[in-house]
């Protein structure tokens, strides 16, 4: 079912290089693997089992990791309410509405599916938005949903899951059971089988973030046209991304390894070089874009202004 957030031609497409690369780049990986390590079976074996993983069990995988659990009408009216009115806007199917007991401010949405989705919002964000800037983030995040980059997402990243474990396992492999029968040959296959890995995980990291900083601004856009209200949106991420950036660095750690699926990323105070290679465009880059959404609009608050 095709829902009313405006159709992206740009993210479409973008979607559709990327999984087409990383594609080219899963089979020859999977091909000089198979060659080195001359067991296609290992190999075969280990990459079905974490893309399986990954695209059945990714909302599963986020809830845990953010200590999220799945809250009913009851406990949260407000935010069902919320979601509720943003879904029947947008003529989707209603997600399942799931809260994390954390102080950081974020949101993101995870699952396979439109039909198997999850909204998860953090007790941080909901303590510190208001009602309009809550509706911008969940439209954010339901916009992900409705054009399905969520999938897209979890299966292009599967990629440098598999490189990271390959590294791993030849690392331990031939730390602990190669001693004592080290030869030429067993040293170049590992050196290989490191190298191709490294070099897999580089290209896909590339890939993957080049096609998360752009499907941010595009869900962005699908927002504030939803809800008409860009400024609001614009307002909950200044003031999200200024309360992220004042968490110590040490207590996001954790959280930065689901950046990619994040409202706005959990960076420090000081990302440096990691703001280069951010799933998220920059907070000034998202909030140029929705000031000129306001504009088109004839929006009488200019964005980040607000709140």
């Given at each position: 079912m095709r829902s009313r957030f405006q159709s992206d031609r740009r993210l479409t497409v973008r979607m559709t290089v990327t999984l087409f690369l990383l594609g080219l780049l899963y089979v020859a990986f999977v091909a000089a693997l198979i060659a080195l390590l001359k067991s296609w079976v290992l190999v075969v074996v280990i990459a079905a089992a974490a893309l399986g993983a990954q695209y059945w069990f990714s909302d599963r995988i986020a809830l845990y990791a953010m200590h999220g659990r799945i809250v009913e009408r009851e406990e949260y009216p407000q935010?069902?309410?919320?979601?509720?009115?943003?879904?029947?806007v947008a003529d989707m199917p209603?997600?399942?509405?799931?809260?994390?007991?954390?102080?950081?401010?974020?949101?993101?949405?995870?699952?396979?599916?439109?039909?198997?989705?999850v909204l998860c919002?953090?007790?941080?964000?909901?303590?510190?938005?208001?009602?309009?800037?809550?509706?911008?983030?969940?439209?954010?995040?339901l916009s992900h949903v409705a054009h399905k980059d969520v999938a897209v997402i979890t299966v292009a990243s599967f990629l440098g899951v598999i490189a990271g474990l390959v590294v791993r396992f030849a690392f331990y492999s031939e730390l602990f059971g190669g001693r004592g029968r080290k030869d030429q040959n067993t040293i170049a296959v590992f050196g290989a089988v490191m190298g191709i890995s490294?070099?897999?995980?580089?290209?896909?990291?590339l890939l993957i973030r080049a096609l998360s900083r752009y499907r941010e601004l595009a869900a962005d856009r699908a927002a504030a046209h939803l809800t008409g209200r860009p400024s609001a949106l614009a307002s909950a991420l200044t003031?999200?991304?200024?309360?992220?950036a004042r968490i110590p660095t040490q207590d996001l750690r954790t959280a930065q390894a689901f950046n990619a699926f994040y409202f706005t990323p959990a960076l420090?105070?000081?990302?440096?070089?990691?703001?280069?290679?951010?799933?998220?465009?920059?907070?000034?880059?998202?909030l140029e874009q929705l000031a000129r959404i306001s504009a088109e609009l004839g929006e009488a608050a200019a964005p980040g202004k607000a709140g």
């Open positions: 935010l069902h309410g919320v979601v509720d009115r943003l879904c029947a209603k997600p399942l509405v799931a809260v994390s007991g954390l102080d950081m401010p974020n949101a993101f949405a995870t699952g396979r599916n439109p039909d198997h989705a919002v953090t007790t941080g964000l909901l303590r510190r938005l208001e009602p309009e800037e809550l509706e911008g983030v969940l439209a954010h995040e490294a070099l897999v995980y580089a290209i896909s990291f003031k999200v991304t200024g309360d992220i420090g105070a000081d990302p440096g070089i990691s703001r280069l290679f951010s799933t998220h465009p920059t907070l000034e880059q998202r």
